[in-house]
């Protein structure tokens, strides 16, 4: 089957890095998506990535290795408002999207 | 308008009853998405559309049923409500239906039944 795996939550400080990891298995692979999700909110597209490295975008920034089935969401000075849900998502060799359940970030002061 | 649009914000149903849950976008794109939300899952793809006339079946399809008219609305019918029908729906675009395009989403409608 086609899995995604995300920590359940993680906990942070304001102003520090934090890293928040995602592994998959599926069947194929075009793609991985990381979107943020403020609670009662909607889903916010962040980064994407489809070749291996780093995408970097202001204080977030993607990381992709195929091969390891392994990304990474890195995010630096961390604040208040970075307070959310981070889902992965990957896009399969039917170009379907599966997603994670979702790393809920606390920061905290 | 300006994005996507869902209506009703939220909504509590008795079992049973039957509810429409409207999605509407003004950017012109081709694919449409209905996904639910439930705690410790991740989101799971209910019905799609990758261009107007067109919808198919998602992960979940089970007790819901779409259509497609136009470009612009895609909305999600629950035939007989059932409590396991309670969750967060989102709808969400993409501007080509082939998969390669990002998705964006609507703001959700929380749907409880009792």
């Known amino acids: 089957g086609q899995n995604i795996d995300q920590p359940t939550e993680m906990t942070a400080t304001e102003g520090a890095i934090v890293q928040i990891n995602c592994t998959y298995q599926?069947?194929?692979?075009?793609?991985l998506f990381w979107y943020q999700q403020h609670a009662g909110e909607a889903p916010t597209f962040l980064s994407y990535?489809?070749l291996d490295g780093l995408e970097e975008k202001g204080r977030f920034s993607s990381f992709l290795s195929r091969s390891k089935g392994y990304s990474y969401l890195l995010l630096k000075e961390l604040q208040m408002k970075d307070s959310a849900s981070y889902l992965c998502?990957?896009?399969?060799?039917?170009?379907?999207?599966?997603w994670g359940a979702g790393t809920k970030l606390i920061i905290k002061p | 308008i300006a994005g996507i649009t869902q209506a009703p914000t939220s909504q509590i149903l008795a079992a049973g009853r039957r509810m429409t849950l409207r999605c509407t976008q003004d950017?012109?794109?081709?694919?449409m998405y209905w996904y639910r939300q439930d705690l410790g899952l991740g989101l799971r793809l209910i019905h799609y559309?990758?261009?107007?006339?067109?919808?198919g079946k998602g992960e979940v399809p089970d007790g819901y049923s779409v259509s497609r008219a136009n470009t612009d609305d895609f909305p999600l019918t629950l035939a007989s409500a059932v409590p396991s029908q309670t969750s967060v729906y989102f709808c969400?675009?993409?501007?080509?239906?082939?998969?390669?395009?990002?998705?964006?989403f609507g703001p959700g409608t929380r749907l409880t039944v009792l």
């Open positions: 969400a675009t993409a501007r080509e239906g082939d998969g390669t395009d990002t998705q964006y």
């Open positions: 950017m012109r794109h081709n694919a």
């Open positions: 559309s990758n261009t107007a006339g067109t919808t």
């Open positions: 599926t069947s194929g692979f075009n793609g």
């Open positions: 990535n489809v």
């Open positions: 998502a990957v896009r399969d060799g039917n170009y379907q999207l599966i």
